[in-house]
């Protein structure tokens, strides 16, 4: 393991040059109104190229026409007779207008400064899925046998619904690999710099659009107001129906259900200590919504939220206006049903529309929450290989981020999924100025290879 570890130390520059050339290719999938396709077949076929060259059987599968095509390449000599080990990663990226003027460099020039990869998709998710490419490469350079059978699967829709990796999944795509031992998936972040982490959980989503429609068009506040509904006003008070007066969702039966934290998760969560201070910093705010009997990373972690992500209506003159519109979010936690909290919510919303005004609710989508146990056998064996690749203790955490496609890859493998982050929160993720260490990468890359080694012993 020793000179393994050795060999990816002597060739990070290479590798980082190679990350920048991956990064350089503009594959965003959400949030622009550019079109990308020919990038994110680009970013495809770079993949390809990548694993052909390490002797892997590697494909582009197009599911279907208006899908991008995901990357599936199987390591040489791979034997169902041997539980395979899935690595999961993203090649597409977020759009860059988010503002685009508040980026200080070109977002895919993948410019290098102070330790650090400035660029979209650097970190989410170019980055770390390129560090396990990385860290196989060099495994198999060194002429060793891969101590695992591996499969990668690496789409190019994570940020826009996975839809050509559910068809696959659900199809059944993953089926010829199985058994499976785990997945392995590197698109969370560690606790903190130098805090690595294990992410044991993510929270689950709910989400949907609500309209709530009017007089049929714009009309004077003068003339009409008093007589008509306002769809503002009715939205509002629909959407302020959804909490207490503390700020707690007051959807009846939403909170039924929720499983409770383990004593031994929740002494871990505690012992993290914390700060309230550090993230009313980090937030610019000068205090924090905090729930009783929780502590703050219990609650950032395992707790439910209801959000309002998007609000309009109207305009600022004296109008009421024909339509008002937002966008509603719970984060969920083990226990609850995505379909059931769905209901629960527009049931609340509907009962609060007056009549004469029309309430939709549309683009719908959720996916429940995912954990492994801390009990769980692979848990060790992580933690011992994020120690290895980081010299430093490995922590386990929970996120409360969601990344849907992993609950339904959990199900059809029937394998625990392991969340090995190596981003940082701060590293601007959907955000201008996205960053990501190359320390962070090099100690990604030694992770990997010590990980594959660990789950080389367990198989
Ligand atoms: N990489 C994130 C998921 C994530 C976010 C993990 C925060 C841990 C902490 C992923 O790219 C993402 O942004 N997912 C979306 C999914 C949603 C649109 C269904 C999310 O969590 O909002
Ligand atoms: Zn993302």
Same mark, same amino acid.
């Given at each position: 393991?020793q000179?393994?570890?050795?060999r990816?130390d002597?060739?990070?520059?290479?590798c980082?040059e190679q990350?920048a050339?991956f990064v350089?290719? +503009?594959s965003?999938?959400?949030?622009?109104?550019?079109?990308?396709?020919?990038?994110?077949?680009?970013?495809?076929?770079?993949?390809?190229?990548?694993?052909?060259?390490?002797n892997?059987?590697?494909q582009k599968i197009?599911?279907s026409?208006?899908?991008? !095509? #995901?990357v599936?390449?199987?390591s040489p000599g791979f034997?169902?007779?041997?539980p395979?080990?899935?690595? /999961?990663?993203?090649?597409?990226?977020?759009?860059?207008?988010? !503002?685009r003027a508040?980026?200080? =460099?070109?977002?895919f020039a993948?410019e290098?400064?102070d330790?650090?990869m400035?660029a979209?998709?650097?970190?989410? $998710?170019?980055? *770390?899925t390129?560090a396990?490419i990385?860290?196989?490469?060099?495994?198999?350079?060194?002429?060793?046998?891969? @101590?695992v059978?591996?499969?990668f699967?690496?789409?190019?829709?994570?940020e826009?619904?996975?839809r050509a990796?559910?068809?696959?999944?659900?199809?059944?795509g993953?089926d010829?690999?199985?058994?499976f031992?785990?997945?392995?998936?590197?698109?969370?972040?560690?606790y903190? @710099?130098?805090?690595p982490?294990?992410?044991l959980?993510l929270?689950?989503?709910? /989400?949907?659009?609500v309209?709530?429609?009017?007089p049929?068009q714009?009309?004077?506040?003068?003339l009409?107001?008093?007589?008509?509904? $306002?769809?503002?006003?009715? #939205?509002?008070q629909a959407?302020?129906?959804?909490?207490?007066?503390?700020?707690?969702?007051a959807?009846?039966?939403?909170?039924d259900g929720i499983? +409770?934290l383990?004593?031994?998760?929740?002494?871990? /969560?505690?012992a993290?200590?914390?700060s309230?201070?550090?993230?009313?910093?980090?937030?610019?705010v000068s205090?924090?919504?905090r729930e009783?009997?929780?502590?703050?990373l219990?609650q950032?972690w395992?707790r439910?939220?209801?959000e309002?992500?998007h609000l309009?209506?109207g305009? *600022?003159r004296t109008?009421? @206006?024909?339509?008002?519109?937002?966008?509603?979010?719970?984060?969920?936690v +083990?226990?609850?049903?995505p379909?059931?909290?769905e209901?629960? #919510?527009q049931e609340?919303?509907s009962?609060r529309i !007056?009549k004469? =005004?029309? =309430?939709?609710?549309?683009?719908?989508h959720?996916?429940p929450?995912?954990?492994?146990?801390?009990?769980h @056998?692979l848990?060790a064996?992580?933690l011992?290989a994020?120690?290895?690749?980081?010299?430093?203790?490995?922590l386990?955490?929970?996120?409360?981020?969601?990344i *849907?496609?992993v609950?339904?890859i959990?199900?059809?493998?029937?394998a625990?999924v392991?969340? =090995?982050?190596?981003g940082?929160?701060?590293?601007?993720?959907?955000? +201008?100025n996205?960053r990501?260490?190359?320390?962070d990468?090099?100690?990604?890359m030694?992770?990997?290879?010590?990980l594959?080694?660990?789950?080389?012993a367990?198989?």
């Amino acid at each position: 393991m020793q000179d393994l570890l050795k060999r990816i130390d002597d060739r990070i520059d290479e590798c980082v040059e190679q990350l920048a050339e991956f990064v350089r290719i +503009p594959s965003i999938s959400a949030g622009a109104d550019v079109d990308s396709s020919q990038a994110l077949q680009e970013a495809a076929d770079f993949l390809v190229g990548q694993f052909t060259r390490m002797n892997f059987a590697a494909q582009k599968i197009q599911v279907s026409a208006d899908t991008n !095509p #995901l990357v599936i390449a199987r390591s040489p000599g791979f034997s169902s007779a041997r539980p395979t080990v899935m690595i /999961y990663g993203h090649y597409d990226v977020q759009g860059v207008d988010n !503002p685009r003027a508040a980026w200080t =460099v070109d977002p895919f020039a993948a410019e290098q400064r102070d330790g650090y990869m400035i660029a979209r998709g650097a970190s989410d $998710n170019k980055g *770390p899925t390129f560090a396990h490419i990385k860290a196989v490469e060099t495994m198999l350079q060194a002429g060793n046998r891969l @101590p695992v059978d591996l499969l990668f699967v690496i789409e190019g829709e994570e940020e826009c619904g996975s839809r050509a990796l559910e068809t696959f999944v659900q199809n059944g795509g993953l089926d010829e690999y199985a058994p499976f031992l785990c997945t392995v998936i590197s698109d969370t972040s560690m606790y903190g @710099p130098d805090r690595p982490s294990l992410t044991l959980g993510l929270r689950g989503i709910s /989400y949907f659009e609500v309209s709530v429609r009017g007089p049929k068009q714009d009309v004077h506040s003068g003339l009409f107001g008093g007589i008509v509904h $306002n769809p503002n006003a009715v #939205l509002v008070q629909a959407l302020a129906g959804l909490y207490d007066t503390e700020g707690q969702i007051a959807v009846p039966g939403f909170y039924d259900g929720i499983e +409770p934290l383990s004593a031994e998760e929740k002494r871990q /969560y505690e012992a993290l200590n914390a700060s309230e201070q550090d993230y009313m910093q980090e937030l610019g705010v000068s205090a924090l919504r905090r729930e009783a009997g929780y502590s703050l990373l219990e609650q950032r972690w395992t707790r439910p939220t209801l959000e309002i992500n998007h609000l309009s209506g109207g305009s *600022p003159r004296t109008v009421i @206006p024909a339509i008002a519109q937002a966008a509603v979010s719970a984060r969920l936690v +083990p226990g609850q049903d995505p379909a059931r909290v769905e209901a629960l #919510l527009q049931e609340c919303i509907s009962a609060r529309i !007056p009549k004469g =005004v029309h =309430v939709e609710f549309s683009h719908p989508h959720s996916s429940p929450a995912y954990y492994v146990d801390i009990d769980h @056998p692979l848990v060790a064996p992580a933690l011992s290989a994020i120690e290895q690749g980081f010299n430093c203790q490995a922590l386990v955490t929970r996120e409360g981020g969601s990344i *849907p496609i992993v609950v339904d890859i959990a199900a059809r493998t029937g394998a625990p999924v392991l969340l =090995v982050g190596l981003g940082q929160i701060t590293d601007n993720w959907h955000g +201008p100025n996205e960053r990501f260490a190359l320390r962070d990468f090099h100690r990604g890359m030694r992770t990997s290879a010590a990980l594959l080694h660990e789950l080389g012993a367990m198989s």
